[in-house]
């Protein structure tokens, strides 16, 4: 009898342990497994790959062929490579996805290959055309972006006298390329409050006609700034999310799995932190905060976060010292030899923010060791940046404080 009882154990644990088999052969299979000589793993070592397996969101497994296929299953796919290469993902470190997704509701006037823009009469046709097909109420922002008027042949931006030929009531409002200025007509003008007796905001310049006041529709820097965001920050809530998610596909459908976005406001940081909560992101978001957008409360509790939640990553803060180069806004030690429009003779640009204010707010930041940002392109840009951290520095040594120019 006990001879009995012990052979029906013995059988009913070999059927189990025989199922527990296949139920963990079917865990570990892959579910795609990718076959080639050129597979790159950014290891040392990497030339002794040539497989490597897939399950999920997660590779759980690099090596040779003969080891990887025992990961193959009946459901798994088999990919040869052939004489294509496979990498990581490419890091995006130095971008502006938010804005980036918003360029989607606005009109291309980019030059080629680009766009199909070769001067401001095309221009002029271009948002004619989109008026007429929009039919839109005469109150709403017509928005263009990528002009670049170093590709225009009349090598200069559209003023609003060439924008008042589109359109007289309807508002209209053009980014350039750089993102460092913007062009409106004389609508826009109107709508924005900008006159005569405006003075430039500290850190920008509203461009005016010659030998008079009246600003000609040009706007330089801080002053881009302010009329830009205020019509990117049209695009909130839902629009906003939907639109983040197609820029999302975008980036990932070129082999960018890592965006950076250098200035993001935090309401739309927010914004970004509860869309990934609900459905994550399918690539990383690292975020740094704009400061210029940071009241004294938020920027003293600003804390820079470790880990990617959703998707999306509080990093560090962004600030701004000068402008572009091809606008002749970076700021300089040695003056330009052609300056921009109405220059003086001896024209080395500006800083974008106060010296002082920066280096206090940039030690700060570093002895806090929260990461910064900083846009410096002109040389006397890059000196106030690096006074900045060494002003930090100095206070107590940070090697972790990864500030980048």
Known sequence: MYISLLFSYICLFAQFTQGSDAVINNMYHADIIFVGENIITMEDNDSSVNSIAIRGENIIAVGRADQILKYQGKQTQLIHLGEKALLPGFIDSHGHFTATARLENFINLSSPPVGPINNIDETVTLLRQHIARRNSHSDKWVVGYGYDDSLLAEKRHPTRDDLDKVSTVHPILLMHV????????????????????????????????????????????????????????????????????????????????????????????????????????????????????????????????????????????????????????????????????????????????????????????????????????????????????????????????????
């Open 178 to 405: 750089s993102g460092h200025f913007a062009t409106t007509n004389s609508r826009g003008l109107l709508e924005l409050g900008i006159n005569a007796e405006t003075t430039n905001p500290e850190g920008g310049v509203i461009r005016r006609r010659p030998n008079s006041r009246e600003p000609n529709g040009v706007f330089e820097e801080v002053a881009a700034s302010i009329v830009l965001q205020g019509q990117l920050n049209q695009i909130t809530g839902d629009r906003f999310i939907q639109l983040t998610r197609a820029a999302a596909k975008k980036y990932a459908s070129f082999g960018i799995t890592t965006v950076q976005d250098g200035a993001i406001t935090p309401k739309d940081l927010a914004l970004l932190k509860a869309a990934a909560e609900n459905d994550g992101y399918i690539l990383d978001i690292g975020a740094y905060v704009w400061a210029n957008s940071l009241n004294s409360e938020s920027y003293q509790n600003f804390r820079s976060e470790s880990t990617y939640s959703g998707g999306v990553r509080q990093i560090g803060i962004k600030l701004s010292l000068d402008g572009s180069p091809q606008g002749r806004t970076a700021w300089m030690t040695e003056a330009y030899i052609v300056g921009p429009t109405n220059a003086s003779a001896n024209y080395f640009a500006y800083p974008s923010a106060e010296p002082a204010h920066y280096i206090k707010r940039a030690a700060d930041l570093v002895q806090r060791e929260i990461p910064i940002i900083v846009h410096a392109n002109g040389d006397a840009a890059i000196d106030l940046m690096i006074k900045g951290v060494s002003e930090g520095l100095q206070r107590s040594p940070k090697p972790n404080h990864r500030s980048v120019i």
